[in-house]
T-cell receptor, first 115, second 115 residues
């Protein structure tokens, strides 16, 4: 069965420090991995995705994510956190064998960046 | 939130009433989706559609119905059969359903509350 795990409900970091939001996955076939961000009472905004190629993917707002096949992980990172990065972050995966377009979402991680 | 609009932003329903949530996209995407979001549970797929006049049940379709009469529109009806409809509803679209690498883009959401 396909699944995504975000092991931390909340991550707290100080402004200016690096941040990491963790994601691990299980999927049939090659994984296609996505990160989204959600601000309160808003829809999800796409940040970045990994399809193939370079394991380090760069996305919007200075975020990047590192794909690690052996650890089945796709952690979201940012070198220097901003207070405005505080939001709910979702990791999602789709397997290459999927023919429904269905994305499997993690339960979300709340990022709190303190001044 | 791109070219996807959802209305209304907030919706209140009395017990036993059916309500319809609107979703419109101007991205010329073939595929459209409805998700339900509950606190701490991530997103769960209700229905999806890859083409006009065709739609498929997702993981939690009971108590919901949809139609796809136009490419741009994918309304969701929450019927009185849905036992716990209070949630945040998100509509999404992607260029093609079966293309695993395509990104899904989300609307701003509708918050439904049952009184």
């Amino acid at each position: 069965a396909q699944s995504v795990a975000q092991p931390e409900d909340q991550v707290n970091v100080a402004e200016g420090n690096p941040l990491t939001v963790k994601c691990t996955y299980s999927v049939s076939g090659n994984p296609y991995l996505f990160w989204y961000v959600q601000y309160p009472n808003r829809g999800l905004q796409f940040l970045l995705k990994y399809i193939t190629g370079d394991n380090l993917v760069k996305g919007s707002y200075g975020f990047e994510a590192e794909f690690n096949k052996s650890q089945t992980s796709f952690h979201l990172k940012k070198p220097s956190a901003l207070v405005s990065d505080s939001a709910l972050y979702f990791c999602a995966v789709r397997g290459s064998s999927s023919n429904t377009g269905k994305l499997i979402f993690g339960q979300g991680t709340t990022l709190q960046v303190k001044p | 939130d791109g070219g996807i609009t959802q209305s209304p932003k907030y919706l209140f329903r009395k017990e036993g009433q059916n309500v319809t949530l609107s979703c419109e996209q101007n991205l010329n995407h073939d595929a459209m989706y409805w998700y339900r979001q509950d606190p701490g549970q991530g997103l769960r797929l209700i229905y999806y559609s890859q083409i006009v006049n065709d739609f498929q049940k997702g993981d939690i379709a009971e108590g919901y119905s949809v139609s796809r009469e136009k490419k741009e529109s994918f309304p969701l009806t929450v019927t009185s059969a849905q036992k716990n409809p209070t949630a945040f509803y998100l509509c999404a679209s992607s260029p093609r359903l079966a293309a695993s690498t395509d990104t899904q883009y989300f609307g701003p959401g509708t918050r439904l509350t049952v009184l």
